[in-house]
């Protein structure tokens, strides 16, 4: 009875009921998008509080090779970079970087917004690091550990992963890595060693792996001692710094008087995308208050006017014997019905659009917007109803 | 009585403020392009400069500081971006000034008018974010630069110089170029239209020829990429307020529907008790028109307070955008008026009492 008394109200009015239908709905698509943007935003914020100091970064340090070197096959001299870099108060990682292709059970789901790597991880391509020591510096592992002295003498070289396939292999798990046409060095057996953990700024990071996601989760790092072979002739360095420390190697190296060294920041166009987002969060969050409060005032005045409309039909349904917990139970059903259509017709656009994401957050959200408006004209009715009674 | 009066049209009232609150944000929203673009071109007053992409924007300045003499006496600069503090990655533009021919950035507040030429401008959100320590003196690349003057402008946020810092190409040493990141790609503009003048340029600083022709600098250097940053600024907007318009404007109509139902009984007791047709019509042409001010008065209000403190709820709106408020509104209440109108032409006292009974 109390359902077919709410879809009458519902039904007794259908503009107003496909008006508020829509209203709701395009709510339900805001307020789920504003929490996207939120969760979004909550992601980088967490990548940026793991900095220790506001100025942090991580640069790259690469020595270019000549045509004529890559020809010969010479030997790239890094003397005199070496030699600079030991002269300074840092960190270095030094590192070869190449590039391989796994199956796709090795290979895990690395979600990217950039368009550049969408082509890569549809391949199952990745960036690969090679590292002839244990990394250096503030490493955080989410699993597993370092590299020691006796993995690089070890049959299965050991590797270090981003925390995105640990979905696919756990610590210890040996798999193979093409390395044929990225490296040159063949298929290549590796061992799990480590995960390092996501969302935080390592002092291991390449213009790659700042690109491809927003998590930092794909690292692939392989422990390798150098070979003859010719990517061992170039190695990059990677350094976590201060910006101050950046500019100061990039005059350094500048004063080195050699054009073939590069220098890159890879991190501050991170910070800078901070800065436009906690803008973003603020307007975030305005905006869920903002479609709250509409909410709770629209349902209000709506409420006030369903219950003074049917006061006289509530004196009828008193008359012929209906209890006061029906009025009140079949008034609230209708807001719950509205609620109820919203959210299907909500569910149907997003399906429509592919996605699903914040569902309960979001009609809890709405639902108790709605109710928060309707709750005091409830109470009202309940002790007006109370008081006829008594 | 009069209060308890009032006080009926209070949920109308509010959501009338909310969308016209809306439709103010969802025009300054539109609006931020066409002040975006005024103040970029507002450096040469419209003028045609032009401009050169390069790809590495530190090998160019080093070329202008190496070959500064040779180059034709006309003002120029170069747009590139490098971090400074406590604003990663943000656009600096090198000026090079003539004294009769000048570059020129809005300012909104001149702290050193005397070194005006001699220091730095920073966009106003740069300023924001700077600690107290560095807001009268700012490093960059080790080079100490006195804070003359902050670009942007009241109740825009986002102006052309807002994240930027502007500084005189003299002040550029050699130190300073040691420091500049490297590999990021860079703009020269040249205020002039001389084609021997460009030609200069192009050979001295080995740039491609023919430059790009625009009106003043532009959102990376081309007009189209300009049009395009526009156009997703446009985009942005509309798709992030017009649902919000669509759901304060479907309130409006839920309270306006609801006012005139809730007030059909009133007016059927004032005509009972005596009131002409004509004096309730008059009687709701005075509600109306109270509505229609306070309704596009209050918003207004908070706007006006809003630009002067240059917060970041409403911004700047064109004059001819008050008229969409007004009309909007007048609309609201015209339907109001016109809804109660009719009921009160439609019923009459002896007709609605047989009714009751």
Not at chain 1, 48 to 76: C, H, P
Request: aromatic content about 10%.
């Amino acid at each position: 009875m109390v359902l077919v008394q709410s879809l009458l109200v519902l039904l007794k009015k259908p503009l107003l009921t496909l008006l508020l239908i829509i209203q709701l709905t395009v709510m339900c698509l805001q307020v789920n998008q504003s929490y996207t943007e939120l969760w979004t935003i909550n992601t980088h914020v967490a990548l940026l509080n793991s900095l220790q100091t506001e100025d942090e970064t991580v640069i790259v340090v690469s020595a270019m090779t000549s045509r004529e070197e890559l020809d010969s096959g010479a030997k790239r001299s890094v003397a005199v970079l070496e030699q600079l870099l030991s002269s300074q108060q840092i960190i270095v990682n030094k590192v070869y970087i190449t590039g391989g292709r796994m199956t796709p059970d090795d290979f895990p789901e690395i979600p990217t917004q950039n368009p550049d790597y969408q082509s890569t991880s549809a391949s199952k391509e990745t960036e690969i690091l090679i590292s002839s020591q244990p990394l250096k510096g503030d490493v955080k592992f989410s699993g597993g550990g370092n590299f020691t002295a006796d993995d690089f003498n070890a049959p299965i070289a050991p590797v270090i992963l981003g925390t995105a396939y640990a979905s696919v292999h756990k610590i210890g798990d040996v798999f193979e890595v093409d390395m044929r046409t990225g490296g040159g060095l063949g298929m290549m057996k590796v061992q799990v060693k480590g995960f390092l953990e996501e969302r935080t700024l390592q002092p291991i990071l390449t213009n790659f792996l700042s690109h491809s996601t927003d998590n930092f989760n794909n690292y692939f790092i392989i422990g390798m001692l150098p070979t003859t072979h010719t990517l061992f002739n170039a190695p990059s360095y990677i350094i976590k710094t201060s910006d101050a420390m950046y500019q100061q190697l990039q005059h350094e190296v500048y004063q080195l008087g050699d054009k073939r060294y590069t220098i890159q920041d890879e991190f501050s166009y991170k910070k800078r995308e901070r800065t436009l987002l906690v803008q973003q969060q603020v307007r975030g969050i305005g905006a869920i208050a903002m479609y709250i409060v509409i909410t709770v005032l629209t349902y209000y005045i709506l409420a006030l006017q369903l219950y003074q409309n049917q006061k006289k039909q509530h004196k009828a349904f008193q008359l012929v014997g209906a209890t006061p917990q029906f009025i009140y139970q079949y008034f609230s059903f209708y807001f719950v019905l509205l609620v109820f259509l919203a959210s299907v017709s909500w569910q149907m656009v997003m399906l429509y659009y592919g996605q699903n994401d914040h569902f309960i957050v979001t009609v809890i959200s709405v639902g108790g917007a709605v109710l928060l408006g309707v709750l005091p004209v409830i109470w009202q009715m309940r002790k007006v109803v109370m008081m006829r009674n008594g | 009585m009069r209060r308890r009066r009032l006080w009926q049209y209070m949920p109308l009232l509010l959501a009338l403020f909310l969308l016209n609150g809306t439709t103010m944000m969802l025009l300054s929203q539109l609006g931020e392009q066409s002040f975006y673009l005024e103040h970029g071109e507002s450096v040469t007053n419209g003028q045609n400069i032009a401009s050169f992409q390069v790809s590495n924007s530190g090998v160019l300045l080093e070329s202008i500081v190496q070959h500064r003499e040779q180059l034709p006496q006309v003002p120029f600069a170069v747009e590139y971006y490098q971090n400074v503090p406590q604003n990663p990655l943000i656009p600096i533009y090198v000026i090079w000034q003539q004294p009769d021919m000048k570059f020129t950035v809005p300012l909104r507040r001149v702290l050193q008018p005397q070194q005006l030429e001699s220091g730095v401008i920073v966009g106003k959100k740069v300023w924001d974010n700077l600690l107290e320590v560095n807001k009268k003196q700012v490093i960059i690349n080790n080079t100490p630069f006195t804070i003359t003057a902050i670009a942007g402008e009241k109740g825009v946020s986002t102006g052309y110089f807002d994240e930027a810092v502007v500084l005189s190409g003299e002040s550029i040493t050699t130190d300073y170029l040691s420091r500049l990141p490297q590999n990021y790609t860079g703009i020269l503009y040249v205020y002039t239209e001389q084609k021997n003048h460009l030609e200069l340029f192009a050979s001295i600083l080995d740039l491609k020829y023919p430059a790009e022709q625009s009106t003043g600098f532009s959102f990376m250097g081309t007009a189209e990429q300009g049009k395009n940053h526009r156009e997703a600024i446009y985009r942005g907007g509309v798709k992030r307020l017009l649902p919000v318009y669509i759901i304060v404007l479907i309130t409006v109509l839920v309270l306006v529907l609801f006012l005139i139902e809730q007030q059909g009984y009133r007016w059927i007791v004032f005509k009972a008790m005596g009131a002409t047709n004509g004096g309730v019509m008059l009687h709701i042409v005075k509600i109306g028109a109270a509505i229609f001010t306070l309704s596009v008065a209050v918003p207004l209000m908070l706007q006006q307070v809003s630009v002067s403190l240059d917060l970041i709820f409403f911004e700047q709106i064109r004059v001819t955008a008050i008229v969409l408020l007004q009309a909007q509104t007048l609309v609201f209440v015209s339907l109001y008026a016109l809804l109660t109108t009719r009921g009160v032409y439609k019923h009459q006292p002896a007709q609605f009492l047989q009714a009751k009974k």
